[in-house]
């Protein structure tokens, strides 16, 4: 594994979301199997048993490596898995990825779970990452004995080339055919899950922490909900671990594939706080062994690798058996659907109003309005047109406002508005400028959604909300979005895009 910056508590956003996790009851926990410690800790046995037979490494180009392909698709293919080995060549070796897709489910949509399966050269790599590889591929195995009949198309996957630098997931993604992708609906990846001085990170699909890279395409935050549900249930707490593109999920989260995970951290240090909340050691590493020569099977925490196995598990059963959201309404916004702005003919700007068109782009010390949309070629954007300057459209003298038509929610069913925004800024803006997202309906209206100014450069970056909207079942409503330059001249722009209402 690269390294990887973990986070502790941090921050929330100004509102917080209210997410719907991919569950559906507390049933399907009881599903799940219990992944045998003894079955995985077996795989790291033979991954260290095909190191020191290899030079003491399965790095990629290795023969150590190849070896731990055929071992695992040996098992695989006897389990009545579909297998495929995928070369590619980097430095001047041929590598390999293993990709299983188990038969049944629906093709158009897979759920993906993957590890990388190559250590560096220096050692056997058996915690990083014969540790996720071993836990997946025991929950494959599990796949198959049980006879899982999921709702959702199951692949598996082992990358080859993770250590210099995510080249073998980033061979898969970038030659997938675009309706190939499109299919894959979810992304899991188990990197270091077995750290000796462990801690119990989530990918933080929601950015929920507050800081770092951002959340990661809509429907990560679901995936990070389920995990975050299972460690509940066993009574452990979990931190969140940023979305920094340094696993084997970045390339995933680049095309728009929304995806989660869990990592027991690496040659990171423990915290004092973190040793009280995990036990372990404070002021040694996760880790000690990373990328070192002693990342033996003496280099695992039975504890951590055995709660994340069965972890794995959870997810898999969980989300593979649920099928998928039924769209209730959307607007991508490429044709005009009855939008209409200052509704209640109370707005205040006096340039930059909201309006469904192709945006220019516009730029003042980064990126302010984004020339590109989530899909296609149009958005709602404050103010279209890019002018002689970066502030000639932007929104200035107060608030600007623009309301959905009316939409029929059914009476019944969790209820999830989506969408993708950005809140982008200057250093002279403050907390007075905003974005906001409010649901009008029969019973009122409630603001689901904030992102507020700060006095500091904000660009313009694309990023995702899932509000749960279940509270107005059976109400004909309206979505109002909102924006506002409040605090005197100040840059400020904004955009919404594909605006989706789900029913599960």
């Given at each position: 594994m690269r390294t990887l910056r973990t986070i502790g508590t941090a921050a929330a956003l100004a509102v917080p979301l209210m997410l719907t996790p991919l569950t559906a009851t507390a049933s399907s926990a009881a599903a799940a199997p219990d992944i045998s410690l003894t079955a995985v800790k077996s795989h790291l046995s033979q991954f260290q048993s095909i190191a020191t037979a290899n030079g003491g490494n399965r790095a990629h180009g290795r023969p150590g490596y190849l070896a731990s392909v055929n071992y695992i698709k040996g098992l695989l293919d006897g389990a009545g898995f579909t297998t495929t080995v995928q070369s590619f060549t980097y430095n001047g070796a041929t590598g390999y990825n293993l990709i299983a897709d188990w038969p049944g489910g629906d093709p158009n949509d897979v759920l993906m779970v993957g590890a990388h399966l190559d250590s560096v050269a220096s050692g056997p790599g058996i915690n990083d990452n014969g540790s996720g590889s071993a836990a997946i591929l025991e929950t494959a195995l599990e796949v198959s004995r049980q006879g899982l009949n999921p709702?959702?198309?199951?692949?598996?996957?082992?990358?080859?080339?993770?250590?210099?630098?995510?080249?073998?997931?980033?061979?898969?993604?970038?030659?997938?055919?675009a309706a190939e992708r499109s299919k894959i609906k979810g992304y899991l990846n188990f990197d270091m899950v077995g750290s000796p001085n462990a801690g119990y990170f989530v990918y933080d699909g929601d950015d929920s922490d507050?800081?770092?890279?951002?959340?990661?395409?809509?429907?990560?935050?679901?995936?990070?909900?389920?995990?975050?549900?299972?460690?509940?249930?066993?009574?452990?707490?979990?931190?969140?671990?940023?979305?920094?593109?340094?696993?084997?999920?970045?390339?995933?989260?680049?095309?728009?594939?929304?995806?989660?995970?869990?990592f027991t951290g690496a040659e990171g240090v423990k915290t004092s706080a973190q040793a009280t909340l995990w036990g372990g050691t404070a002021g040694r590493a996760f880790?000690?062994?990373?990328?070192?020569?002693?990342?033996?099977?003496?280099?695992?925490?039975?504890?951590?690798?055995?709660?994340?196995?069965?972890?794995?598990?959870?997810?898999?059963?969980?989300?593979?058996?649920?099928?998928?959201?039924?769209?209730?309404?959307?607007?991508?916004?490429?044709?005009?659907?009855?939008?209409?702005?200052d509704p209640s003919g109370t707005d205040t700007a006096t340039s930059g109003q909201w309006e469904r068109g192709d945006p220019a782009a516009t730029s003042s010390s980064g990126t302010k309005q984004l020339g590109t949309t989530v899909s296609g070629v149009n958005d709602l954007v404050t103010g279209r047109l890019a002018g002689s300057s970066a502030g000639s459209y932007d929104i200035d003298g107060g608030v600007t406002s623009i309301q959905s038509p009316a939409i029929t929610l059914p009476a019944d069913g969790t209820l999830n508005l989506s969408f993708s925004w950005y809140l982008a800024h200057g250093?002279?803006?403050?907390?007075?400028?905003?974005?906001?997202?409010?649901?009008?309906?029969?019973?009122?209206?409630?603001?689901?959604?904030?992102?507020?100014?700060?006095?500091g450069d904000r660009d313009g970056a694309w990023n995702s909300a899932e509000v749960d909207v279940s509270a107005f079942a059976g109400q004909s409503v309206r979505i109002l979005v909102e924006a506002a330059d409040a605090s005197g001249a100040s840059l400020v722009e904004a955009g919404i895009d594909d605006v989706t209402i789900t029913r599960r």
């Open positions: 709702a959702k198309h199951l692949r598996f996957a082992w990358w080859g080339a993770e250590e210099l630098g995510l080249r073998g997931s980033r061979h898969y993604v970038n030659n997938l055919p507050g800081v770092g890279a951002g959340p990661g395409p809509a429907g990560s935050a679901q995936l990070e909900k389920t995990l975050q549900d299972y460690f509940a249930s066993i009574g452990v707490p979990t931190r969140g671990t940023d979305f920094d593109g340094r696993s084997d999920y970045g390339p995933f989260i680049s095309v728009g594939i929304p995806a989660g995970g869990t880790d000690p062994c990373y990328h070192r020569s002693c990342d033996t099977t003496s280099n695992i925490s039975d504890t951590a690798l055995d709660r994340n196995a069965d972890a794995i598990a959870y997810a898999v059963w969980t989300i593979a058996a649920s099928t998928p959201p039924a769209a209730v309404w959307q607007d991508t916004f490429e044709t005009a659907t009855g939008w209409t702005a250093s002279n803006s403050s907390s007075a400028d905003y974005l906001r997202v409010k649901v009008v309906g029969s019973s009122g209206t409630t603001q689901v959604f904030q992102q507020l100014g700060a006095a």
